[in-house]
């Protein structure tokens, strides 16, 4: 008798075709669709290979997407659960870096397995794929979110109405930038930390535009510090690729303080002993408030 043939299931397809699925997953939850092309451009794969993908993905996830005339996409429905991703960083940095290899997303890792190398891995911070989702859905259609938050100032949970309108990835975790109604103003809440899937609702969100923060674009300049003799100096400028002894990065004002957390440079630091600080702030008046990192 022919042997049956086996079920698909997420954990027994071969290494290509889960990729390939991976990415379809990612791209419905951080863009709310996808198309066959999406597939074809990454993969190099066929119209009727990535149609066959979206076809098993449906088989498996059955109430995950759905094709919209309109769009001529398909997009994830209120059913969205992942089967794939689970919510850790590495993951979705993975998958984002599929979507476009080109971006510059910033996180501290030391990742090889070797004889020769010792590997210290950041703690993952977990959070629901599915709030990722409904956040991502929020913010493509400019609508406030509801969602119960755990903060480290407030015993309990509170609910909170916010109008997310980017993730950012600070090197250590995921936050939402977003206007808080209670909070009356634009503030980082961390995926992690919400309880509970976030109920999107029909209710238009604070426009991204009054983000000032968010839309005013600093230099932040780094040196080392002037206590170091000019040999350790020059050390110091070569190990962070600094141009005449000075390390610039532009960046949005609303990540400034994550900036620094990362650099480990602000406040006191050149009242700390040099050989241990060896970098500095240069322009004082570009450190923010830090206490949004708590």
Request: glycine content about 4%; hydrophobic content about 40%.
């Given at each position: 008798m022919p042997s049956k043939k086996t079920k698909p299931s997420p954990d027994n397809l071969r290494w290509e075709l889960r990729q390939r699925l991976i990415l379809l997953e990612a791209k419905l939850i951080w863009a709310d669709a996808m198309t066959t092309q999406d597939l074809r451009t990454v993969f190099g794969i066929s119209r009727s290979q990535a149609t066959k993908d979206i076809g098993l993905y449906q088989?498996?996830?059955?109430?995950?997407?759905?094709?919209?005339?309109?769009?001529?996409?398909?997009?994830?429905?209120?059913?969205?659960?992942?089967?794939?991703?689970?919510?850790?960083?590495?993951?979705?940095?993975?998958?984002?870096?599929?979507?476009?290899?080109?971006?510059?997303?910033?996180?501290?890792?030391?990742?090889?397995?070797?004889?020769?190398?010792?590997?210290?891995?950041?703690?993952?911070?977990?959070?629901?794929?599915?709030?990722?989702?409904?956040?991502n859905t929020a913010i493509r259609d400019r609508r406030r979110i509801q969602v119960s938050y755990q903060s480290m100032r407030n015993p309990q949970p509170r609910d909170l109405i916010l109008s997310p309108h980017a993730l950012v990835h600070t090197g250590f975790r995921w936050h939402v930038r977003a206007h808080s109604d209670a909070h009356g103003g634009f503030i980082d809440v961390l995926l992690s930390r919400m309880r509970g899937t976030p109920e999107v609702l029909d209710v238009p969100g604070v426009p991204q535009a009054e983000d000032l923060e968010w839309r005013n674009i600093v230099a932040v300049r780094i040196g080392a510090h002037p206590g170091l003799s000019e040999f350790q100096k020059e050390v110091i400028e070569a190990d962070y690729g600094m141009q005449h002894g000075v390390l610039e990065r532009r960046m949005r004002r609303a990540l400034v303080p994550y900036y620094l957390y990362l650099m480990n440079v602000g406040a006191g630091d050149t009242e700390r002993p040099?050989?241990?600080?060896?970098?500095?702030?240069?322009?004082?008046?570009?450190?923010?408030?830090?206490?949004?990192?708590?």
């Open positions: 088989e498996l996830a059955p109430r995950n997407l759905r094709y919209d005339l309109q769009g001529r996409c398909y997009r994830a429905t209120g059913q969205f659960r992942p089967v794939f991703l689970h919510g850790t960083s590495r993951e979705f940095l993975a998958a984002l870096r599929l979507m476009d290899d080109k971006a510059d997303i910033p996180i501290v890792s030391l990742a090889a397995q070797t004889t020769a190398v010792a590997v210290i891995d950041v703690p993952e911070r977990e959070f629901d794929v599915t709030t990722l989702q409904r956040i040099a050989e241990k600080q060896q970098v500095v702030l240069l322009d004082k008046e570009t450190l923010r408030r830090e206490d949004r990192l708590g």
